[in-house]
């Protein structure tokens, strides 16, 4: 089971970015997917994750707007668009598969290795 994250750079703020998320080793859909960033000197934190079913997609507050979760089946690859970016979403984004959307790490036992976001002027 792997998954591997892309998309992530420097963006200046109000700007756009699209991470991606590649699974193989198992089927995209036979997971819950979230992505969870962490910030130097921060706990790392729930920002999206997206049912097995499709049928909900949940949103941390802080990004709820702004961010857009979605997912290619064909691909098995989910992605995180997100606009409007700020400072305070520089962070290492990191994707993750479990069997339910929690916003807590413990409950996802697949990571991949994450992607640096930085949004500065």
């Known amino acids: 089971l792997q998954l591997v994250e892309s998309g992530g750079g420097l963006v200046q703020p109000g700007g756009s970015l699209r991470l991606s998320c590649a699974a193989s080793?198992?089927?995209?859909?036979?997971?819950?997917i979230a992505w969870f960033r962490q910030a130097p000197g921060k706990e790392r934190e729930g920002v999206s994750c997206?049912?097995?079913?499709?049928?909900?997609?949940y949103y941390t507050d802080a990004v709820r707007g702004r961010f857009t979760m979605s997912r290619d089946n064909a691909k098995n690859t989910a992605y995180l668009e997100m606009s409007s970016l700020k400072p305070e979403d520089t962070a290492v984004y990191y994707c993750?598969?479990?069997?339910?959307?929690?916003?807590?790490?413990?409950?996802?036992?697949?990571w991949g290795q994450g992607t640096q976001v930085t949004v500065s002027s």
């Open positions: 080793g198992f089927r995209r859909d036979e997971f819950a």
């Open positions: 997206i049912f097995q079913s499709d049928t909900y997609i």
């Open positions: 993750a598969a479990g069997w339910e959307c929690t916003w807590s790490t413990r409950d996802f036992d697949t």
